[in-house]
């Protein structure tokens, strides 16, 4: 996929062949038709459960909107994302990020998305629609709400056994005057 996130107006550049592939070439206004496509095309798309709009006249900067999904933990919940596009975009992934919290092994306590597209899987193919579809799909995966489960699961029994031991551990001093250590 690394082809298709270089920027042809740069590959012909000397910076492009010394391996600079992040975009910042690419004309401001070439982006902003880009933006203005994708936005009609959500606008269109007629998706239920998302939607996105840029936020007040920046057309770098968005406010997006995603549905829990039917059927999850998520449902009839609503989350806001922020997506922040850079200079370079489409070759050089947005910025998106909850501003509504969001509780979900995938998300860091800032509202950060760990999602491969938003990384190092990124795609110029990709659009702001695929991105909100892609997370929407994230937070319906079952298998990442059983993670989440097994992790909260071992995080109280630690936390209780170490309660248990101390508490055991008490017994036993006042059974037994000896010291005993954790």
């Known amino acids: 996929m690394a082809s298709q996130n270089l920027d042809p107006a740069a590959a012909s550049s000397t910076a492009a062949l010394k391996g600079n592939e992040s975009g910042g070439n690419v004309p401001k206004g070439s982006v902003s038709k880009r933006l203005q496509n994708e936005l009609m095309t959500l606008m269109m798309s007629g998706d239920k459960g998302i ?4 936020e007040s006249d920046n057309l770098f900067k ?11 933990v998520y449902e009839g919940l609503r989350y806001k994302l922020s997506l922040e596009f850079p200079s370079g975009y489409p070759y050089s992934a947005p910025r998106v990020k909850f501003i509504t919290a969001c509780f979900h ?3 860091d306590e800032n509202g950060f998305i760990c999602l491969d597209i938003l990384k190092d899987k990124w795609s110029a193919l990709y659009d702001v629609r695929s991105i909100l579809l892609s997370i929407q799909s994230l937070l319906g995966g079952k298998r990442d709400l059983i993670l989440a489960l097994d992790v909260l699961i071992l995080d109280n029994w630690f936390c209780w056994s170490v309660k248990s031991l101390q508490s055991y551990n008490e017994l036993l001093m006042l059974q037994n005057p000896i010291t005993i250590a954790l």
Do not use: E, K, L, Y
Request: charged content about 5%; glycine content about 16%.
């Open 51 to 54: 939607s996105a709009f840029p």
């Open 62 to 72: 968005w406010i997006g909107t995603i549905d829990g999904a039917q059927g999850t």
């Open 105 to 107: 092994p995938n998300v």
